[in-house]
Structure formats: structure tokens, C-alpha cells
């Protein structure tokens, strides 16, 4: 008894902030309590521990991959970030405000399985991206751990371990809660970028007085590439490298229903929300090109090319490096444990995405168990996969980039190929040739990057395959849920079942055809016949209509008329018959306080493939479903609906 009781408290733990309902879902992925809600630069410092984090990283990334052309390939970079991505994704704010991110903005164009299909391909690059941010920035956290020259040599080789522990530690503040990750991200990137500004100005000053530094750039830069025209083109064929840069900006649009908006802010118009992510996401991309290319300037310049090669000083911490250099071995040490804490914490941004986008999609789908709306069973569910990629990759950085870089772009590409879409669709032809044309430019980037680093492609494809594999297998198992989220009356509906409510209410299911009064006639002469009930019985004809079979959670709307004057009819919109009636039926008990009773005839064909029309197109097996979908609602059979089958 005493263990049945933990187990209930662990139970309850682990689904506190889960709801019936993905919309309620309290964590990042919902609707937060009006008290959950905050300013938008705190939740800019959640998105932004993964965007900033990459100073760490990326200005060496810069140097290795195109040598004194680094701040001309940055410029380019922070180009494409200022007029490409922050315009793509200022629009994406309006699109979608509460959260839905441009997967949304895409699925609104498919429906049906191929809709679904196409959700889950972009789920799986999301997922490589998330997944592959939280491992490589734990990664490269343990290699500035083991760079840094107080950390004891004894303790060095267990990357590792050490990788797996800062994982843990991640997931740890997440099962805390949401509001404790923004604290510490607030923390976190205040200190951080406060510290690479005393750098790059320590650094800028040292570039301004050795005007020699500037002279050895300018003629290395001059002497392998003469032509400023070539300049611009090898530094767009260098640019997909540094796609690591544009990280961040999908996990701005998806924490989106945690920014504060204005008092006047509604579910349908959150104006104040989307002001708050537009200002949002257009300070962090101005912050970040500033410290892009100021940093890439002073690395290029006063750190030796060979230093950035592998196994360098300054290999993956050109900044780090000019931090010991310039400002001392203590003040180096701060700004590498400021540098191990952010990229550590740039995890929580990528948490923050994928518990926002799993229970927002696929327990709707019925592509995930119910319990996958709640946190804290997601987290330890992405904390195990985050360990397993670790071990898989040895927590090697080098060896995750092309899989982060693949998802970053995937979605980029995403969200400016929907955002064309959608000015394509409003007739704005100025915004469809300019998205278009950053949609083209980040299709070039995305290929050119696969082309160059096809291990990405092939890690997203391991994840599109798991969530496919799961979500089939959750969906069969699923099959015989309740699936309908509310059942709405129209007065005439109403109007009907209540007048039957003190006699016997017989329902029979009818499958319409011509909807002529001979047709209802005959089903009504053949119901009785095949069930021996009387003729003096008040009986009402249902007929479901499927709309979206690949649907799983929909709502139920019954609208009641009257066929030829003398037939009752209640018409229903469903994405499955057997759930639409089997939600009417119980929504008819609760509100008569009687056990409806419903008539059904056989299906033809064998029942395997009968249940497999049902599976697939939401029909067959109409009868046998319906009643098993009852039995698990309602376990007292002195309660459930009548089922009968002639």
C-alpha cells in the first residue's frame, strides 16, 4: 500500500502541468497562467543562451573556413541575417502567435495523411536541430572546460562523462520549471555578453594602436584574393559554413505564448505579444551582428592563422583565447566559466522548442501518448535521447555540427518558404519576390551544406524515422480512444434530444445516399425488422460526415432538422464515425440522464480490413468500434450506451 502511494505521488508529480488538453498544456508548449507570463527581453535571454552562445564558437568557425576573408564571409552572414532571416521571422510572429512556429504556416496548405506525413518530417528536422543544440553546446562547454589551464589534468579525457552530467544538470532545471530557466538564462546572458564586450573592446583598442596588425591582414587579404568582386564570391561559397550563426529563431516564435502583452490582448489578437516577439527577435539578431563582426575583426587580426587549426589554442575559442592573451589568466578563467555556463544553457532554449512543438502537434495527431503533454515526462524523454546521441558521438563537436547546421537551415528554409506562401496567397507580390528570394538563398545554403556534410541528412533521417516509427505505433494504440474534445449542440439538436428525455431515445445509424423519403423509409422498416422494435418508438437518424480522417482530438458539432417533414435527423462533422457516435451517444446520457440505445448494421468484408478503412479513412467496423470505444470510456456497463447490431 505504502509503495502504491509513492507511486501515486511520482505519478502525480511527473504529470503535474499536463492537462486534458494540449491548449491548456501548462508548460512551454501552452498556455501559461497570466502570472507565468514576462517580459519579452527575459524570454529574448531563453532564445538568446542558444543565439549568443555561438560566439563561442563561431568566429573561430570563421577564421578555419575562410581564413583572412573571415570578417567579409561575417559580413555576409550578418546580411543574411538583417535582411533575410529577422524579416522572415517577424512575419512568422504575426502568422502564428501562439507558438505554432512556420511548421504551422505549412500544414495549413496539405491535409489529410499527407499533411501529417509532412509534420512529421518537419518535426524530425526540428528534433535534430533541438536535440543535436542541447548535445554539441554540452560538448563544446566540456572542451572549454578542458582548455581552460586551471582545470587539473587529472580530470581531463572524460569528455564524455562530463558532457553526460552537464545534460543531466539541463534537464534537472527543466523538471524544476519553466520559470527557473528563464532566471538563470537571465542571468546567464547578461554576464556573458558583458564579458565578450570588455573583450572585443580590449581587442578593438589593440587593433586601433597596432596599425601593423591591420597591414598584415589587409596584405594577406589583398595578396590571395586581389579582386574585390572574387572577395564577395568566395565569401558566399563560405557563407553555408557559417550557418551555425543563424541559430535561434525558431525557438523565438515558439516560446512566443510566454512573452507579456497588453491587457487588451486576446487569444484571436494578442497585438501585444506579437510586438513583444518582433522586438524580440530584432534585438537579438542587432545585438548578435554587432558581436559578430566585431569579434570576427579582432580574431582575424591578432590571432595567428595556425592557432585556429585543430588542436590549436584557438580552434572553437578565438575569444576565450584573446580573453588569457590580452586580460590575464583569472579574468580568462571567468570569461571560460561565463562561456561554459551559456553553452551549457543554450540547451534550454533548444528544451524549451521541443517541449513546445511535441505536445502542440502530435498528441493532437494521436501521434504520441497522452502523457506527452505534460513536462516533465518530456524532459526525462529528451534527456535519455540527449544521452544516447552523447555516447553515440563521444561528445565530439565537430563530429554534431553538420547535423545542428542541417536542422537550423531545414527550418529556416521552412519558415521563409511558408511566409512567401502566405504573400503569395494575400496577392502582396513585393513580399513574394522578396521572401522568395531569401527563400532561394537559404534553399542554396541548405544544399550546399548537405552536399559538403551528408552525415546531417543522415542523422535527420534517423530522427524522422523514430518519430514516424512512434507516432504509427501511438496511433494504433490509441485507435480506441474517446477522440473528440467537445460536442456542441445546435438549439434544434438540443431541442430533440430533450423532448425524448422521460422516453426510450433510439438512434440509428445511417449511412445517406440519395436522401429521398424512400431511402429513409426503408432504412427505418429494416431497422425495425432486423432489431423487433415497435413502430410506436420516437427514433432520430445520425449521420456522420468525415472530414480530415488523419485528424485524432476534433471537435464534435450535431446539427438536428427534420428530413421530408417526418424523419429526425441529427447530422454530425467528425474525423472518425465510430467516435463521432460514440461521443454523441455519451454526451446524449449525460444530458437525459438515460442510456441511449443506437442500432447499426453489419459491415461487409472481412473485420481485418474493415478495421483498417476505419484506421486510415475514420470508417468501417462502424459497429464493433463504436461499442469498444464505449466499453473504455465508460467501464460500468449499468451506465454505457446501448449497442445493437443487425
Not at 274 to 293: D, E, K, P
Not at 375 to 391: G, K, S, W
Request: proline residues 6%.
Amino acid at each position: 500500500m505504502q509503495g502504491d502511494r509513492r507511486g501515486g505521488r511520482l505519478r502525480g508529480w511527473l504529470l503535474d502541468g499536463g492537462t486534458e488538453r494540449a491548449a491548456r498544456h501548462s508548460g512551454p508548449g501552452g498556455r501559461p497562467p497570466e502570472d507565468r507570463h514576462h517580459p519579452w527581453w527575459k524570454v529574448m535571454c531563453l532564445t538568446g543562451v542558444d543565439y549568443f552562445s555561438t560566439l563561442g564558437y563561431q568566429p573561430g568557425i570563421a577564421a578555419l573556413a575562410a581564413g583572412a576573408l573571415a570578417p567579409v564571409a561575417t559580413l555576409v552572414l550578418v546580411l543574411v541575417t538583417l535582411l533575410g532571416a529577422l524579416p522572415v521571422y517577424r512575419r512568422v510572429a504575426v502568422e502564428s502567435p501562439h507558438g505554432e512556429g512556420s511548421i504551422a504556416m505549412l500544414v495549413r496548405l496539405l491535409s489529410y495523411w499527407p499533411g501529417k506525413l509532412f509534420v512529421l518530417v518537419l518535426l524530425g528536422f526540428a528534433a535534430t536541430d533541438f536535440i543535436i543544440t542541447i548535445t554539441l553546446s554540452a560538448a563544446d562547454a566540456t572542451a572549454h572546460i578542458d582548455e581552460n589551464p586551471f582545470w587539473p589534468s587529472g580530470l581531463k579525457g572524460h569528455e564524455v562523462l562530463l558532457t553526460l552530467l552537464l545534460v543531466a544538470l539541463l534537464g534537472a532545471v527543466f523538471l524544476k520549471g519553466f520559470g527557473e530557466a528563464i532566471g538563470i538564462a537571465v542571468v546567464l546572458v547578461a554576464v556573458y555578453l558583458g564579458l565578450n564586450a570588455v573583450v572585443i573592446a580590449d581587442a578593438l583598442w589593440r587593433v586601433v594602436t597596432h596599425p601593423s596588425a591591420v597591414g598584415d591582414w589587409t596584405n594577406a587579404l589583398s595578396t590571395g584574393h586581389g579582386d574585390p568582386l572574387l572577395v564577395v564570391g568566395l565569401s558566399l561559397l563560405v557563407f553555408p559554413k557559417l550557418a551555425l550563426g543563424l541559430s535561434g529563431f525558431e525557438t523565438g516564435v515558439a516560446v512566443m505564448p510566454h512573452i507579456r502583452g497588453d491587457r487588451a490582448d486576446s487569444e484571436d489578437r494578442p497585438l501585444g505579444r506579437i510586438r513583444g516577439a518582433r522586438r524580440l527577435l530584432t534585438t537579438a539578431a542587432a545585438t548578435m551582428s554587432v558581436f559578430l563582426i566585431t569579434s570576427s575583426v579582432t580574431t582575424t587580426v591578432l590571432i595567428p592563422p595556425e592557432a585556429f587549426q585543430p588542436g590549436g589554442p584557438a580552434n572553437g575559442r578565438a575569444l576565450a583565447y584573446l580573453a588569457h592573451q590580452h586580460l590575464g589568466g583569472v579574468f580568462g578563467t571567468v570569461y571560460d566559466l561565463s562561456t561554459i555556463g551559456i553553452l551549457w544553457f543554450a540547451g534550454a532554449s533548444a528544451m524549451a522548442g521541443l517541449l513546445n512543438l511535441v505536445p502542440r502537434y502530435l498528441p493532437r495527431y494521436g501521434m504520441a501518448p497522452t502523457w506527452a503533454r505534460a513536462v516533465r515526462p518530456l524532459v526525462l524523454v529528451f534527456t535519455t535521447v540527449a544521452f544516447v546521441i552523447t555516447v553515440v558521438f563521444s561528445a565530439s563537436v565537430d563530429a554534431q555540427g553538420g547535423a545542428y547546421a542541417t536542422g537550423v537551415l531545414v527550418l529556416i528554409t521552412s519558415a521563409a518558404t511558408a511566409v512567401t506562401l502566405a504573400a503569395r496567397r494575400r496577392r502582396q507580390r513585393g513580399r513574394t519576390y522578396a521572401f522568395g528570394t531569401i527563400a532561394l538563398i537559404f534553399v542554396y545554403t541548405t544544399v550546399a551544406n548537405v552536399v559538403e556534410r551528408p552525415d546531417g541528412v543522415k542523422i535527420a533521417a534517423c530522427f524522422i524515422g523514430g518519430m514516424i516509427l512512434v507516432s504509427v505505433l501511438s496511433r494504433l494504440m490509441r485507435a480506441y480512444e474517446l477522440r473528440v474534445d467537445h460536442v456542441e449542440l445546435d438549439p434544434t439538436a438540443a431541442r430533440m434530444i430533450d423532448e425524448r428525455a422521460t422516453r426510450r431515445i433510439r438512434l440509428i445509424a445511417h449511412e445517406p445516399e440519395r436522401r429521398d423519403p424512400a431511402e429513409y423509409r426503408a432504412k427505418l422498416a429494416q431497422t425495425m425488422a432486423d432489431n423487433d422494435f415497435p413502430d410506436d418508438s420516437d427514433v432520430i437518424f445520425v449521420e456522420v460526415h468525415v472530414t480530415d480522417p488523419s485528424d485524432f482530438e476534433t471537435e464534435l458539432p450535431v446539427r438536428g432538422s427534420v428530413a421530408h417533414d417526418s424523419y429526425p435527423v441529427l447530422s454530425l462533422t467528425g474525423s472518425s464515425v465510430p467516435t463521432a457516435l460514440a461521443a454523441l451517444l455519451l454526451e446524449i446520457r449525460d444530458r437525459s440522464r438515460r442510456r441511449p440505445h443506437i442500432y447499426f448494421e453489419w459491415s461487409e468484408g472481412g473485420p481485418g480490413r474493415n478495421l483498417l478503412r476505419y484506421l486510415a479513412f475514420g470508417q468501417g467496423a462502424i459497429a464493433s468500434v463504436t461499442r469498444e470505444i464505449l466499453r473504455r470510456q465508460e467501464p460500468d456497463p449499468r451506465r454505457r450506451p446501448h449497442v445493437h447490431a443487425g
